[in-house]
């Protein structure tokens, strides 16, 4: 995810890293690593964050471009960054999901990782990542979603929606993700729906693949 300043929020920056650093031993750790395993080529990571993706990266990986909008989430990925830059070619780049300053069909993988929540336009940004991949390409995705009608984990959203993105560095908790897959030409039937982390209202999560019609 040219950066905003509504895309920094660095108190959160600094609770999240140390969260993402904890789960990352956990099942969020394990489903980092099985949906990176289907990366290969040059791949995109739209939402770098902390960078913790980068330890989960398969060697089928040949080129990362990744887009980071928050600077003190740049900062805080700044040591993953140069380790993985030891092994293989890694650029950052200070951008948004809806604004790709890429080519089109350029990409030959990209990387949805808890980051689809904070984008301001969702549909744009997957619109944005069809244009840059390449034919043939696959879309690796991670990440919360709305909870299913009368759910416990959908009540506790409708409840918390309006200030969670206030406390939670600008997430909504409550995107249908799939649908937005589905409604911008991609096929979802490889998506998995599943509980990474067991709180209410990011419990609900989809795993695994989309692709382009």
């Not at 080529?41 to 960078?51: A, F, M, N, Y």
Request: charged share 20%.
């Amino acid at each position: 995810m040219a950066c905003m300043a509504t895309h920094d929020h660095p108190l959160f920056t600094r609770l999240y890293g140390v969260i993402a650093g904890l789960e990352d031993d956990g099942p969020v750790g394990a489903a980092r690593t099985t949906v990176a395993g289907h990366l290969a080529g040059r791949t995109l990571i739209v939402g770098l964050g902390p960078g913790f993706d980068l330890l989960h990266l398969p060697d089928s990986v040949t080129e990362v471009i990744a887009v980071e909008p928050s600077a003190s989430m740049r900062r805080a990925a700044h040591d993953r960054v140069t380790d993985y830059a030891k092994s293989r070619p890694i650029r950052v780049i200070d951008a948004v999901a809806e604004d790709l300053p890429l080519a089109d069909a350029s990409i030959d993988s990209i990387l949805f990782a808890y980051v689809l929540c904070t984008v301001d336009d969702p549909s744009r940004a997957m619109a944005e990542a069809r244009r840059v991949l390449r034919p043939g390409g696959v879309v690796a995705v991670m990440e919360h979603v709305r909870g299913a009608p009368g759910s416990w984990s959908g009540r506790a959203q409708r409840v918390v929606s309006r200030i969670w993105p206030h406390v939670a560095g600008g997430c909504h908790c409550d995107r249908d993700t799939r649908a937005a897959f589905a409604d911008a030409g991609f096929d979802t039937s490889d998506l998995t729906d599943t509980v990474l982390v067991n709180v209410p209202p990011v419990a609900p999560a989809v795993v695994g693949t989309v692709r382009p019609h």
